[in-house]
């Protein structure tokens, strides 16, 4: 299969560089030279391409996700720091009856996690004693915080029941790839529940697989509702 990618950082070109395990021949690539002014999403630019994964920043994701939708193309989107425009990119796919999977974080360990943690927050949801934090750490160059992978957490924990407040904080140093932390502490005790990704590795492998999975398909998805098809 065919594939772009729309943002060609560091995922970017980690992508690029796994894509060939994965089954795919990269033959488009854009950044901020060649689509800077959303220029490179022309439709004839997406001759013969499959699917494309959507790693650029928060700003761009928007247009950069309508413009596929209309050009035809299913997306992988991996960018965080744009889900107050979700509603608007949501009918711009269902519009163009193109597929697309989101999500903040693709690591199959950080949906593990998040089950985890989910599951901790519904246990402790009415031992009032409770309270709970929710901590992250990624490289200085990030520019959301708190991240959206931790964002998400959060928002899973109190859908579970656990609604009372839920303290977020963030680090940004070094190149640190990403560490997400869950704790609840008691006057008895405390439980920490914490998971550090080593690399990038496990985002782009998990963007990668999601790519071949929304090949063909119709829909607007979120990682964590496909994941069993990958699993």
Same mark, same amino acid.
């Given at each position: 299969?065919?594939?772009?990618?729309?943002?060609?950082?560091?995922?970017?070109?980690?992508?690029?560089?796994?894509?060939?395990?994965?089954?795919?021949?990269?033959?488009?690539?854009?950044?901020?030279?060649?689509?800077?002014?959303?220029?490179?999403?022309?439709?004839?630019?997406?001759?013969?391409? +499959?699917?494309?994964?959507?790693?650029?920043?928060?700003?761009?994701?928007?247009?950069?996700?309508?413009?596929?939708?209309?050009?035809?193309?299913?997306?992988?989107?991996?960018?965080?720091?744009?889900?107050?425009?979700?509603?608007?990119?949501?009918?711009?796919?269902?519009?163009?009856?193109?597929?697309?999977?989101?999500?903040?974080?693709?690591?199959?360990?950080?949906?593990?996690?998040?089950?985890?943690?989910?599951?901790?927050?519904?246990?402790?949801?009415?031992?009032? +004693?409770?309270?709970?934090?929710?901590?992250?750490?990624?490289?200085?160059?990030?520019?959301?915080?708190?991240?959206?992978?931790?964002?998400?957490?959060?928002?899973?924990?109190?859908?579970?029941?656990?609604?009372?407040?839920?303290?977020?904080?963030?680090?940004?140093?070094?190149?640190?790839?990403?560490?997400?932390?869950?704790?609840?502490?008691?006057?008895? +005790?405390?439980?920490?529940?914490?998971?550090?990704?080593?690399?990038?590795?496990?985002?782009?492998?998990?963007?990668?697989?999601?790519?071949?999975?929304?090949?063909?398909?119709?829909?607007?998805?979120?990682?964590?509702?496909?994941?069993?098809?990958?699993?």
């Amino acid at each position: 299969m065919n594939l772009a990618i729309v943002g060609h950082g560091k995922m970017g070109r980690l992508i690029d560089r796994l894509a060939p395990e994965y089954g795919f021949d990269v033959k488009l690539r854009l950044n901020r030279q060649n689509n800077g002014a959303f220029q490179g999403l022309a439709k004839e630019n997406f001759n013969g391409i +499959d699917v494309a994964l959507e790693f650029s920043n928060g700003e761009a994701a928007p247009e950069n996700i309508e413009r596929l939708a209309q050009a035809g193309v299913n997306a992988v989107v991996g960018t965080t720091g744009w889900l107050e425009h979700l509603p608007r990119v949501r009918q711009a796919v269902e519009r163009a009856g193109t597929g697309v999977v989101w999500a903040p974080n693709f690591s199959v360990g950080i949906f593990v996690f998040t089950q985890i943690a989910t599951q901790a927050a519904q246990l402790l949801a009415n031992e009032a +004693d409770y309270g709970s934090w929710a901590w992250e750490i990624h490289h200085a160059a990030k520019k959301d915080a708190p991240s959206g992978t931790l964002l998400a957490l959060a928002a899973r924990m109190k859908e579970s029941g656990y609604q009372r407040p839920i303290d977020l904080s963030s680090s940004r140093a070094g190149s640190h790839p990403g560490t997400h932390e869950i704790g609840f502490d008691s006057p008895a +005790d405390t439980i920490t529940l914490r998971h550090s990704a080593r690399s990038r590795d496990g985002f782009a492998r998990g963007a990668l697989r999601a790519a071949r999975w929304i090949a063909g398909k119709k829909g607007f998805f979120e990682f964590r509702e496909i994941i069993g098809g990958l699993l």
